[in-house]
C-alpha cells in the first residue's frame, strides 16, 4: 500500500464535516495510532463530525465536534492517541521522540517525532 492509500483507508472511517476535505495530514508512522483512535471513536457510539487531523510542532493534533452532552470519552481517547504519538516516530513507527529539525536559524523552530535514523534522513533533505 502506498502513502495514500493507507491514509484513505483511514480517512473513510471517519465522519468528516462537510466543510473539510478528509486529509489525515501525517507521516505513515503514526496511521496505527490514529487507525485505533477512529475505531475507538466509532465504537463509542457517540455522534461526533472530525474537522482535523494533523502534526504540528512535533505533536499529534485531533479537532473534532461531539454534542454538548457527550461525555469525555472522544477526549480521552485523543489524549491516548496525542501520548502514542509523542514516543513514536511518525516516519517509521518505531520509537521516537521530539527532535529539532531546523536547517539554520532558530533552534526549536520545526519540531518533529522521528528516530534516530529517520532524524537523519530528515536532516540531509
Known sequence: MNYDTKHDIIADKINWA???SPTIDVGLGWLPIIDRMVDRFNESGIDYT???IKEKFGGLRVYFT???TANSKL???VSIACR???ETCEMCGVSGQEV???NGGL???WMRNLCFECGKEWRRE
Open 50 to 52: 472530525m474537522l482535523q
Open 75 to 77: 477526549d480521552a481517547y
Open 100 to 102: 529539532d529539525i531546523t
Open 107 to 109: 533552534s526549536g523552530f
Open 66 to 68: 461531539q454534542p454538548a
Open 84 to 86: 502514542e504519538a509523542e
Open 18 to 20: 462537510d466543510r473539510f
